[in-house]
């Protein structure tokens, strides 16, 4: 298996085998519109994102055992259902045991009426159960600042890109990826139900720059092969940009595996078997932002870039004129094999093959 990989890998990048990423690009549009478009509606349809006590405020109980306890969530849900019964608690867990409750702002009176079911459904002491008020005041901030830092990071990234590739077309495509992969990465989040804490905004800002070093790998190859000096009379602007999309994409693969794996290994182990919801929440925005991001680079970023450079007159003249190349080399070639076939098929050329024969 590792063998025919190497050698489908080394086929592809020889151009001796191609996967037609940028000439099906129609097709990568239409899935990504579709993609973006559900991501955007399905949150709502579904009753909007599920923020965390970070953003809405509330109060938040913790209630530490010392061995898990069957169906300790219900319990909770039940404990709090007697003594509130218009609330929809939010129950999880922290760490192997404990189980932590989040609510709505309550009065005094209120806290220490569920405190008290708390410690009676588990059978806890007092000192066993915490409590702790979460005011939005924190996560308003970490959103507003988050927010001024995407703004910042985009503009600088953008101008670096535009500098170091020499064309601002390339900054563009690489950004129209990137709110791709955001958009999508939050889509899943409101669709799913998944919680968004601060853990997971950090998550997001994470994504960018990876989504960003995938992009910048392909489009450093995209720049090498369609450099004045490597374009030729072989290959359109279009199939040049194909050819480095698949010269970069075992890297893309390797790269995104490599990537999957720790945040996998994160995600799974120390988010949900281990029960660390920081790890989890951090985890889970890279590993959706990760298996995005390998998308985008190769079916989105560069047929977009593609898209915009080809239409430029300098570059549609240039195509036109290699595949009138093309065209007629096509036409010499036929026309060499029509007249060796009746060259073959003369008399003259059988009676001599006869006479030689003899």
């Not at 998550?203 to 092969?225: A, Q």
């Not at 693969?253 to 281990?274: D, E, H, K």
């Amino acid at each position: 298996m590792a063998r025919s990989f190497s050698e489908w890998g080394n086929a592809i990048y020889t151009g001796e085998q191609s996967v037609e990423f940028v000439r099906g690009r129609k097709l990568w549009y239409g899935i990504a519109v579709v993609l973006v478009i559900i991501s955007i509606v399905g949150p709502f349809l579904r009753g909007g994102f599920v923020f965390g006590i970070e953003f809405t405020g509330g109060s938040q109980f913790q209630v530490h055992l010392d061995s898990s306890v069957e169906n300790d969530q219900q319990i909770a849900e039940d404990a709090i259902a007697e003594v509130l019964p218009t609330s929809t608690p939010r129950v999880s867990h922290v760490g192997q045991t404990d189980v932590r409750v989040q609510l709505e702002d309550l009065s005094e009176t209120e806290n220490t009426e569920v405190s008290a079911a708390l410690q009676e459904a588990f059978a806890v002491d007092e000192s066993d159960v915490t409590y702790s008020f979460v005011g939005p005041a924190w996560g308003q901030d970490i959103t507003k600042q988050a927010l001024i830092g995407v703004a910042v990071f985009l503009i600088f990234a953008a101008l670096v890109m535009a500098v170091y590739f020499r064309t601002w077309k390339m900054a563009a495509a690489a950004l129209i990826a990137l709110v791709h992969d955001l958009i999508i990465t939050a889509g899943i989040y409101g669709i799913t139900g998944f919680e968004v804490t601060p853990a997971a905004l950090i998550g997001f800002l994470t994504i960018m720059g990876y989504s960003l070093y995938d992009t910048v790998v392909v489009f450093d190859k995209i720049r090498e092969n369609t450099s004045p000096g490597a374009l030729n009379d072989t290959r359109t602007f279009s199939e040049s940009v194909n050819l480095a999309v698949n010269q970069t994409l075992v890297r893309s693969i390797n790269t995104s595996v490599v990537g999957l794996l720790p945040v996998g290994g994160i995600l799974f182990i120390g988010g949900y078997w281990l029960g660390a919801a920081t790890l989890r929440d951090i985890s889970l925005a890279l590993f959706i932002g990760i298996l995005v991001g390998a998308y985008s680079t190769i079916f989105v970023a560069a047929p977009v870039y593609a898209d915009m450079r080809s239409h430029e007159p300098a570059l549609k003249k240039r195509d036109a004129r290699v595949l009138e190349i093309r065209e007629q080399n096509a036409a010499d070639e036929a026309e060499r094999a029509d007249a060796t076939a009746q060259a073959g098929a003369a008399p003259g050329g059988a009676e001599s093959e006869r006479g030689t024969g003899v």
